[in-house]
């Protein structure tokens, strides 16, 4: 029974862990998912590791 509780206090941690990360990444992947409206130029230029002018 112990062994149990401590797996599930390991997976406690680094579920509280990885929500840690994704909510502080929030911004980063917030504007990827809802927010970016790139044109074919934008795309071009970021596949080509170029600035944008």
């Known amino acids: 029974m112990t062994d ?3 797996e599930l206090r390991t ?3 680094w579920a509280a862990f990885g929500l840690g ?3 502080a990444t929030r ?3 917030s504007y ?3 927010g970016l409206d790139p044109t074919l ?3 071009l230029s ?3 590791f170029g ?3």
């Open 4 to 6: 149990v509780l401590r």
């Open 46 to 48: 970021l596949r080509c």
């Open 51 to 53: 600035l944008p002018t």
């Open 27 to 29: 911004p980063v992947w």
């Open 11 to 13: 997976a406690v941690i």
């Open 32 to 34: 990827l998912v809802f």
């Open 21 to 23: 990360i994704v909510s």
């Open 41 to 43: 130029d934008d795309i």
